[in-house]
């Protein structure tokens, strides 16, 4: 119990000093995160709202595999994502390894699957509503594909959360192409395993508990949309 | 319009925040614009000796150091696909390899300290107090006590491997060392972490023994071997193989750290008293 509440008061202080190291961490995890939700919204929602509504060939293959790409452990994805990046790689010339911008990439391909395979089934469960309304009304893909992701918005809003829960959680992928490289590409998630090494417990699950504080904020922040959207 | 507008603002409000954090983390970035990436092993960073070190080197040259921390085989592995500047390790023939193959122009000693065998205070296998680390081993070994071993690859980890063999022993091998010896391919601290939680031996170098908080019941049983010793060695990856590395800025700090400001930087780093690592750029044949 007294690591617990070492660990609690370590998080308490961390956050109440507002330590400038930690504030740094946390900054960029926000920014890494958000980056590749965003850019994961930006290519999941169409997605998954397309493989649902509109009929082109391989579209249940496209399906199946998006649903097994959830799976993808961060480990593998930042190995790849390693390997194509390093220098000796075919993205090398773009010196990008150990930057944040590696650690978006890979978060990105990590979350696509999720935030695509989750709006896909959202969007199919809406579908059978508004199949016949869209036939009659005669609209065209792009149409379509725009009121169906308004129409599921609520729900989708938890699939963006889901995302946004993958990629602020994962350490193996940053790890690997970010290099936990301290004032440079150091997050939270690889804070903590970094302290975890150190022996240092109290501290790690500190800092796990300001990570948890921030997701609870983030996603009440998310909740708070939904209910001053809805009035 | 209205239906539109919950997956606009969160896209929007997604935006949003990217940027702030953006603008946010800019200024501390922009200071660093000059730096290089040096590929080192996981007992620099966590016995703390960088956090020590660098800032003197970066206040005097205004070069910020990149550490990524790995065990030696993975940093020289990192280095050998011209992913770092510099490379500061401790695997004296894995580092001649590295310079023979070509990616470095030359290696320079830089340092020392000492691995030491930490086990739990009950001492199941007797070794407290040992000199002779091989003998430890056999014993560790004979009573089938649990050891941790490291198992990554790292440079303790071949050093713990060359300490069997001095021993004439091969618990590697899954018949020899069945049950008792546990290689868990990860960190020295995770290693640490791991004989602490199993009332276990574990090989460890004195600096991340020092710097480690979780120590549970273990303690240093066995220390001051001759073959316990641990040199470190540094050099540039060759700019001829990889012309993107940042030669000068990466030579820079390589004379620096052999120079007599950066030894005596490595000798000043101490925790309660007592040195982690000793200097040595200027011994021959080390």
Same mark, same amino acid.
């Given at each position: 119990?007294?690591?617990?509440?070492?660990?609690?008061?370590?998080?308490v202080?961390?956050?109440?000093?507002?330590?400038?190291?930690?504030?740094?961490?946390?900054?960029?995890?926000? &920014?890494?995160?958000?980056?590749?939700?965003?850019a994961a919204?930006?290519?999941?929602?169409p997605?998954?709202?397309?493989?649902?509504?509109? &009929?082109?060939?391989?579209?249940?293959?496209?399906?199946?595999? $998006?649903n097994t790409?959830m799976?993808?452990?961060?480990?593998?994805?930042?190995l790849?994502?390693?390997?194509?990046?390093? &220098?000796?790689?075919?993205?090398?010339?773009?010196?990008?390894?150990f930057?944040?911008?590696?650690m978006?990439?890979?978060?990105?391909?990590?979350i696509?699957?999720?935030? @695509?395979s989750? @709006?896909?089934?959202?969007?199919?469960?809406?579908?059978?509503?508004?199949?016949?309304?869209?036939?009659?009304t005669?609209?065209?893909?792009?149409?379509?594909?725009?009121? $169906?992701?308004?129409?599921?918005?609520?729900s989708?809003?938890?699939?963006?959360?889901?995302?946004?829960?993958?990629?602020?959680a994962?350490?193996?992928?940053?790890?690997?192409v970010?290099?936990?490289?301290e004032?440079?590409?150091r997050?939270?998630?690889?804070?903590?395993?970094?302290?975890?090494?150190?022996?240092?417990?109290?501290?790690a699950?500190g800092?796990?508990?300001?990570?948890?504080?921030?997701?609870?904020?983030?996603?009440?922040?998310?909740?708070?949309?939904?209910?001053?959207?809805r009035? | 319009?209205?239906?539109?507008?919950?997956?606009?603002?969160?896209?929007?409000?997604?935006?949003?925040a990217?940027?702030?954090?953006?603008?946010?983390?800019?200024p501390?970035?922009?200071?660093?614009?000059?730096?290089?990436?040096?590929?080192?092993?996981?007992?620099?960073e966590?016995?703390?000796?960088?956090?020590?070190l660098?800032p003197?080197?970066?206040?005097?040259t205004?070069?910020?150091?990149?550490?990524?921390?790995k065990?030696?085989?993975?940093?020289?592995?990192?280095?050998?696909?011209?992913?770092?500047?510099?490379?500061?390790?401790?695997?004296?023939?894995? +580092?001649?390899?590295?310079?023979? +193959?070509?990616?470095?122009?030359?290696?320079?000693?830089?340092?020392?300290?000492?691995?030491?065998i930490?086990?739990?205070?009950?001492?199941?296998?007797?070794?407290?107090?040992?000199?002779d680390?091989?003998?430890?081993?056999?014993?560790?070994?004979?009573?089938?006590a649990p050891?941790?071993?490291?198992g990554?690859?790292?440079?303790?980890?071949?050093?713990e491997l060359?300490l069997?063999?001095?021993?004439?022993?091969d618990?590697?091998?899954?018949?020899?060392?069945q049950?008792?010896y546990?290689?868990?391919?990860?960190? /020295?601290?995770p290693?640490?972490?791991t004989?602490?939680?199993? +009332?276990?031996?574990?090989?460890?170098?004195r600096?991340?023994?020092?710097?480690?908080k979780?120590?549970?019941?273990?303690?240093?049983?066995?220390?001051?071997?001759?073959?316990?010793?641990?040199?470190?060695?540094? /050099?540039?990856?060759s700019?001829?193989?990889f012309?993107?590395?940042?030669?000068?800025?990466g030579?820079?700090?390589?004379?620096?750290?052999?120079?007599?400001?950066?030894?005596?930087?490595?000798?000043?780093?101490?925790?309660?008293g007592?040195?982690?690592?000793?200097?040595?750029?200027?011994?021959?044949?080390?």
């Amino acid at each position: 119990m007294q690591d617990f509440t070492q660990a609690l008061a370590t998080a308490v202080e961390m956050i109440v000093t507002l330590d400038t190291g930690l504030l740094r961490i946390v900054g960029l995890s926000l &920014r890494v995160s958000l980056t590749a939700l965003l850019a994961a919204t930006l290519i999941g929602l169409p997605l998954g709202a397309a493989i649902a509504a509109l &009929r082109f060939p391989g579209r249940r293959g496209l399906a199946v595999t $998006l649903n097994t790409l959830m799976g993808l452990p961060p480990v593998v994805v930042g190995l790849v994502v390693f390997l194509l990046l390093s &220098r000796s790689g075919p993205f090398g010339v773009l010196g990008l390894l150990f930057t944040p911008t590696a650690m978006i990439v890979a978060q990105t391909v990590l979350i696509v699957p999720i935030v @695509a395979s989750l @709006a896909r089934q959202t969007v199919e469960d809406l579908l059978v509503e508004y199949d016949d309304l869209l036939r009659v009304t005669g609209a065209g893909p792009l149409a379509t594909l725009t009121t $169906l992701l308004s129409e599921a918005r609520w729900s989708l809003l938890t699939t963006v959360l889901a995302g946004f829960g993958r990629a602020s959680a994962e350490v193996g992928a940053v790890m690997i192409v970010g290099g936990n490289i301290e004032h440079a590409t150091r997050v939270m998630t690889t804070a903590i395993a970094l302290e975890t090494s150190k022996g240092d417990l109290p501290t790690a699950l500190g800092l796990g508990i300001v990570l948890m504080t921030l997701s609870l904020l983030v996603n009440f922040v998310a909740s708070l949309l939904r209910e001053t959207a809805r009035r | 319009m209205q239906r539109r507008s919950v997956i606009g603002r969160v896209v929007l409000g997604l935006a949003a925040a990217v940027t702030l954090c953006t603008l946010g983390g800019a200024p501390g970035a922009r200071a660093e614009d000059r730096f290089i990436t040096v590929a080192s092993t996981t007992s620099t960073e966590d016995s703390g000796l960088f956090k020590a070190l660098l800032p003197a080197f970066t206040a005097k040259t205004g070069i910020a150091v990149r550490v990524v921390a790995k065990g030696t085989g993975q940093a020289i592995d990192l280095a050998k696909r011209g992913d770092a500047d510099v490379l500061f390790v401790h695997h004296k023939p894995s +580092e001649e390899k590295f310079v023979a +193959e070509g990616f470095a122009a030359e290696r320079k000693p830089v340092m020392y300290n000492d691995f030491v065998i930490v086990g739990p205070a009950k001492d199941p296998a007797g070794v407290k107090g040992s000199k002779d680390v091989a003998d430890a081993l056999g014993r560790i070994a004979a009573a089938k006590a649990p050891f941790v071993s490291r198992g990554d690859d790292s440079g303790t980890h071949k050093a713990e491997l060359a300490l069997w063999k001095a021993a004439n022993l091969d618990p590697a091998k899954a018949e020899s060392g069945q049950g008792w010896y546990k290689a868990i391919g990860q960190g /020295m601290g995770p290693t640490l972490n791991t004989a602490a939680a199993l +009332e276990g031996y574990a090989l460890a170098d004195r600096g991340t023994w020092l710097n480690f908080k979780n120590r549970g019941g273990l303690s240093i049983l066995v220390e001051g071997d001759k073959r316990l010793f641990n040199q470190y060695g540094v /050099m540039l990856v060759s700019p001829a193989k990889f012309p993107h590395v940042k030669a000068k800025d990466g030579q820079s700090f390589v004379d620096w750290l052999v120079s007599a400001e950066g030894q005596q930087a490595i000798a000043a780093y101490q925790i309660d008293g007592q040195s982690l690592f000793f200097p040595n750029a200027n011994e021959p044949g080390v």
